[in-house]
């Protein structure tokens, strides 16, 4: 069954964006998804980088926020980044 893993880089994120329970609202509404599809996630790649993202829109006192990641090989999603989306919808 594919993991869902948070690096150190996300979990300085979440602490900035004022700790896990200011965030969990939003990334329970994507985590099916993630369980399940995480390649049905739109993806940026260049010559330097590769990740997939997951947009939510503002719930209540959360802003809307993007969910950065990648796949890894044993194909579990691992979350680098979390922050406030500047072009939410």
Do not use: Q
Request: charged share 30%.
């Amino acid at each position: 069954m594919r993991e869902i893993i948070e690096s150190s880089d996300f979990a300085v994120a979440v602490t900035k964006l004022g700790g896990p329970r200011a965030i969990d609202r939003a990334l329970d509404l994507i985590k099916e998804g993630l369980y399940l599809n995480p390649y049905g996630f739109p993806k940026f790649e260049n010559d330097w980088t590769s990740f997939r993202y997951a947009r939510t829109k503002g719930i209540d006192f959360i802003p809307p926020l993007i969910f950065i990641f990648s796949i890894d090989n044993n194909k579990d999603v691992v979350l680098e980044r979390v922050e406030e989306d500047p072009g939410s919808f």
